[in-house]
């Protein structure tokens, strides 16, 4: 939220965020309840948090082994479509997939990406001032299992995949990532720089400060 909060006071610097998340339901502004099939209580004794987000969609999953990514961009003036946003989320995912031998795809009802085993990729954006928020979620070694718990994205009779189910081995998720960052770069024309959390905080920390010593100048001025 202080990264969002600084691309609308005029922050340049784009940013992605890459993690894993420990065991999560999140309900998007369109969840419908029905789609949690379990209590609370029960998500509560398997270790799975439970969580409200202002993103597009439905319900969905998040959990380790799951490449999440953020996307914090300030849109120009020739990005400004929502739906040719999501497509190119969808076809850095693509990219990536492709060079690990997947094919996915996408489906001309459902946003994400796709597979013949079913979905790997899913997605849920906020957009507001043209800065996006959120983002995607892909499958690389996701237990499974906890998608029982829930109708994924509200789709019924779909079922999700993952990178390791189909090629039946493990993954490097620094390797994956990394990958990923290439072909985000290539898709959203976006110089790639790879900083540090900490790295990232003082960036913030000096444009908070810049942007504060101008607002007090401009004070100074009007009085």
Known sequence: MKICAAKRCGFESDVLLLLEHPPTVTLGRSARQNHLL???DELKSRGVGLWTADRGGDITFHGPGQLVGYPILTLGAGERDVHGYMRNL???????LAGYGIEGARDAKFTGVWTRQGKI???????SRWVTRHGF???????LSFYSLIVPCGIVG???T?????????????EVAERFVREFGRVFNR???????????EE???????????????AMLRT
């Open 121 to 127: 990729g899913a997605m849920g954006v906020h957009i």
């Open 162 to 174: 993952s990178m390791q189910i189909l090629l039946s081995r493990t993954f490097d998720m620094a």
């Open 191 to 201: 110089e790639m720089i790879r900083i540090n959390e900490n790295a990232l905080h």
């Open 204 to 218: 913030l920390d000096r444009f908070r400060q810049d942007d504060a010593g101008k607002d007090a100048s401009d």
């Open 137 to 143: 979620a892909l499958n690389v070694n996701t237990d």
């Open 90 to 96: 969808e076809e850095s995912l693509i990219r990536l």
């Open 158 to 160: 779909r079922g999700v």
């Open 38 to 40: 379990v209590s609370e």
